[in-house]
């Protein structure tokens, strides 16, 4: 299974990446609970735009982190310096043994046991 990162979410719902909405459509990934507060709680977010993510986010499953996630993201950031976002998300992937798709690779690619995909790059 894919755990879509919070940037891949953004960049389907903007209506600039119709291959990134097929590929959403063909993988159906999952998201952590992080992307939705970081996604949806974008202070400068309009009215419309806050209804198609949200309607992404119903075709999403979406993973809570546990106490798990939390302890693995902790010795993440103790490792390097990582946005408590992004070691959430990694955490939540390696916890679940998920491979992340993201267009931010090089925020992760430090994490050894962490599989990575980047759906932009493969849809080029």
């Known amino acids: ?11 389907a719902a903007s209506g ?6 097929e590929w959403f459509a063909e993988n ?41 996630v939390f302890r693995m993201a902790v010795e993440l950031r103790q490792r390097r310096a990582v946005s408590v ?4 998300i990694a955490a939540t992937a390696l916890f679940h043994n998920l491979t992340l798709a993201t267009h931010n690779t090089s925020d992760f690619d430090w994490i050894d046991s962490l599989q990575i995909v980047d759906p932009l790059e493969e849809i080029a």
Do not use: C, Q
């Open 85 to 88: 976002s992004g070691a959430l």
């Open 28 to 68: 159906k990934p999952i998201t952590s609970a992080i992307s939705l507060v970081e996604v949806l709680g974008y202070h400068k977010l309009k009215a419309n735009e806050k209804a198609v993510l949200e309607n992404l986010f119903a075709e999403l499953g979406v993973i809570y982190p546990s106490a798990e």
């Open 1 to 11: 299974m894919i755990l879509a990162d919070s940037n891949l979410i953004i960049y």
């Open 16 to 21: 600039k990446y119709p291959k990134l909405v």
